[in-house]
């Protein structure tokens, strides 16, 4: 057991079969970050098939940008999962990566435990029994307990460079390919880190916090299969962008964060040496020295040569395998340097804070929390702000946070009221209250595939680019809860303030949500507003 080093220590394996009768006291719910891909089915009807507790709550979180025109795989693989008798809900986070859309997720559930997966993972029919008993075995002060992962290779042939790159999750630390952590730690450090917009270090950075604030980590025996999912060519030239979060997580944990997070430093000063080399070459043959261009391009040759051949004997070095090492053998390097070079430029020269951050943007719900209800209004006539409106919102903008509108307007999709109608009253209302620092409405009528109308993320992610902040410097005042829901979706937080029309358990359900409070009057939210501004809540 290490807290200092966060070193991940073992459970009991135990059988399958000595595991007849699970820890009935132990519940768990399992979030599944999506991009639509048809092994979510696959997922979600092995999650239904498991011999052991099916979970609490399965929460899918599709974080495609938009919505299929066609029949939606999320919508159908979801659709098949709850006739197979899973609890399953599927919320949208906008495209953000999958930091931010397990973060969506686990926000969701209420379980003592939360089983994170992926979506190309294979879980077989003991996963769930041996999943419980290896949480029933962990102490108050274990935090996360790791799954083990098979990645089935080719059985005919040596595998590709993709697939030995894919073999390495057998071995590697933290990843939330199949990791359960205890609610709880989750919200003593407000989750994963949205900074991180890829499928890279995001699950290091969150275990390393995890420690940090006083929990273990454990491995367990629970197993799950990761298939090598198909690749594009230049699929491992894309993957050099993580060069750019190592920076970020550096930044943030200090120069022996790959200890502590057992991540090896991997061929980046070799690929310095070989960009230096290329570069040489090119200046010495802009200034007419030819012996030192030939030295150089030599040098660069031969590291090149090296590190293709390093990737290329290994494997089944078919015609097709061959080229491809050629050609990102010789444009890895160089990508990486790039990389590497964005991001120093952007956390050393700008040290990011702890997460999360201090909120910096207020956006409100117009209907019922600004304004008195008025079904469908389209009149400035019938404006009528709530009590305290103007004086709430003047405190924060006296605060210096920018203010902001977000609005379902569903009665221009329904053809009751126009934009123009919907653009008079707010400007009413910017009369009365003063000034918006930005206005997001929507006009799509319910039933319509939307990416804004509330529950939905849209408008607080196009408020936040707009005021140029991130989501997660925004905070949702609102009165129902999709405002709440769509906050949360967002990576915002969110101040619930009930009226009559809030449902009771809309209103339990934001008590139980993390970075979600609920407020008594609209002042008490804008307290709470402020107060988070000061610093993370």
């Known amino acids: 057991m290490s807290t200092a080093t966060g070193a991940v220590v073992g459970l009991a394996p135990g059988r399958p079969e000595e595991s007849s009768a699970p820890d009935a006291g132990t519940s768990f719910s399992v979030v599944v970050p999506t991009v639509g891909r048809p092994s979510l089915g696959v997922l979600l009807d092995g999650l239904a098939a498991q011999t052991g507790p099916l979970p609490d709550l399965v929460v899918v979180v599709d974080d495609r940008r938009g919505r299929d025109a066609g029949e939606d795989p999320c919508v159908a693989a979801v659709e098949r999962a709850r006739t197979a008798g899973l609890t399953v809900r599927l919320v949208r986070s906008g495209g953000r990566g999958p930091a931010a859309a397990r973060n969506a997720g686990w926000r969701r559930t209420t379980s003592e435990w939360v089983a994170f997966v992926d979506d190309d993972v294979e879980l077989p029919a003991v996963w769930s029994r041996e999943l419980v008993r290896d949480l029933a075995q962990c102490l108050p002060d274990v935090g996360g307990c790791q799954g083990s992962i098979t990645v089935p290779l080719p059985p005919d042939r040596r595998p590709t460079d993709w697939e030995r790159g894919t073999a390495g999750l057998e071995t590697a630390a933290w ?159 160089p990508a990486a340097v790039f ?3 964005k991001g120093e430029l952007r956390w050393r020269r700008r ?28 009149d400035p006539a019938k404006v009528s702000p709530v009590d305290g409106a103007a004086a709430a919102l003047r405190r924060v903008r006296d605060a210096g946070l920018p203010v902001g509108l977000v609005s379902n307007q569903s009665a221009v999709g329904r053809g009751m009221i ?23 409405v929507c006009p799509d009528a319910p039933g319509v595939p939307s990416t804004c109308r509330k529950p939905e993320p849209g408008m607080v ?44 358990e809309e209103v339990e359900a934001a008590r139980t949500t993390d970075r979600v409070q609920v407020a008594a009057t609209l002042a008490e939210a804008v307290e709470l507003a402020l107060r988070a501004a000061g610093g993370a809540a």
């Open 175 to 333: 990843i939330t390919a199949d990791m359960a952590y205890r609610r709880e730690a989750l919200v003593a450090v407000a989750g994963f880190d949205e900074r991180f917009p890829r499928a890279f270090r995001e699950d290091a950075d969150l275990a390393l916090r995890v420690v940090a604030a006083g929990w273990e980590l454990v491995r367990g025996g629970h197993r799950a299969v990761h298939p090598v999912r198909p690749a594009a060519d230049l699929a491992s030239l894309r993957q050099q962008a993580g060069n750019a979060d190592d920076v970020l997580t550096a930044a943030l944990h200090g120069r022996d964060w790959r200890r502590r997070a057992d991540a090896p430093l991997g061929r980046l000063p070799w690929h310095l040496v070989t960009t230096a080399a290329a570069l040489l070459a090119v200046g010495a043959t802009a200034a007419g020295r030819r012996r030192s261009a030939a030295l150089a391009a030599t040098s660069w040759a031969g590291l090149t040569a090296d590190f293709a051949w390093r990737r290329i004997a290994p494997g089944p070095r078919t015609r097709d395998e061959v080229a491809r090492m050629l050609v990102t053998s010789a444009a890895i390097p």
């Open 339 to 341: 990389h590497r070079a």
């Open 351 to 378: 040290p990011p804070h702890a997460w999360p951050p201090p909120v910096r943007a207020v956006l409100f719900d117009r209907d019922g929390t600004l304004v008195h209800d008025v079904p469908y209004n389209g």
């Open 418 to 440: 126009t934009l123009a109608q919907v653009d008079a009253v707010n400007a009413r209302l910017a009369d009365l209250v003063g000034p918006f620092a930005t206005v997001q």
């Open 461 to 504: 992610l196009a408020a936040a680019a707009a005021l140029g902040v991130s989501p997660a410097e925004c905070l949702v005042v609102g009165d129902i809860g999709a405002d709440v829901d769509a906050a949360v979706s967002a990576g915002a937080r969110a101040v619930l303030v009930p009226m009559p029309v809030t449902r009771p």
